[in-house]
T-cell receptor, first 110, second 114 residues
Framework: RKEVEQDPGPFNVPEGATVAFNCTYS??????FFWYRQDCRKEPKLLMS???SGNEDGRFTAQLNRVSQYISLLIRDSKLSDSATYLC???????????FGQGTTLQVKP | DVKVTQSSRYLVKRTGEKVFLECVQD?????MFWYRQDPGLGLRLIYF???????EKGDIPEGYSVSREKKERFSLILESASTNQTSMYLC?????????????FGDGTRLSIL
């Protein structure tokens, strides 16, 4: 079983739609959680950290469920520019080492 | 803003050559990482370092070595390049301690071995 698992998609949605991605992780000792965004042929960029109480940044909302060991990302009012691959990332050691999921691809259509 | 700079965006080398990929960060981060990314395989950790002259193997260290002589610089070395090392190479850095320490990536180097 992979340490971080994501549905690769692709998720094809119309502009304005709300879309949600889930990610599961296997290590119950994991401490820090992130969502990264990666555009085609570019480097991953931090989208947002995920806090235990859940957090929101504009149209993006991240949730963490430690009991079920999953993380979610909700995107409201999708824009064409949201089209990208979204990587779920988990840190479970004090070395700063991160475990990356393989990513979920989102394609927002006009 | 954090700046992680990789020496080349595109690089073409020949089989058997010794290849150096350089990475510099300007945020005084303790941790530095080298990944490769291939279609369908995601990001795979090659080596990382949490201090000068320290290095730790990642998931796929075979065929690679690294050097960290200064805190801001982390070099990846392909001792004898092979065609299966054609890939996108990504360098990243982060602070060592504390929770919620994300990694920041350079632009990546697309390496082709002919």
């Amino acid at each position: 079983r992979k340490e971080v698992e994501q549905d690769p998609g692709p998720f094809n949605v119309p502009e304005g739609a709300t879309v949600a991605f889930n990610c599961t992780y296997s290590n119950s000792a994991s401490q820090s959680f992130f969502w990264y965004r990666q555009d085609c042929r570019k480097e991953p960029k931090l989208l947002m950290s995920v806090y235990s109480s859940g957090n929101e940044d504009g149209r993006f909302t991240a949730q963490l469920n430690r009991v079920s060991q999953y993380i979610s990302l909700l995107i409201r009012d999708s824009k064409l520019s949201d089209s990208a691959t979204y990587l779920c990332v988990v840190n479970h050691s004090n070395t700063g080492k991160l475990i990356f999921g393989q990513g979920t691809t989102l394609q927002v259509k006009p | 803003d954090v700046k992680v700079t990789q020496s080349s965006r595109y690089l073409v080398k020949r089989t058997g050559e010794k290849v150096f990929l350089e990475c510099v960060q300007d945020m005084d981060h303790e941790n530095m990482f080298w990944y490769r990314q291939d279609p369908g395989l995601g990001l795979r950790l090659i080596y990382f370092s949490y201090d000068v002259k320290m290095k730790e193997k990642g998931d796929i260290p075979e065929g690679y070595s690294v050097s960290r002589e200064k805190k801001e610089r982390f070099s990846l070395i392909l001792e004898s390049a092979s065609t299966n090392q054609t890939s996108m190479y990504l360098c990243a850095s982060s602070f060592l301690q504390g929770r919620y320490q994300p990694q920041h990536f350079g632009d990546g180097t697309r390496l082709s071995i002919l």
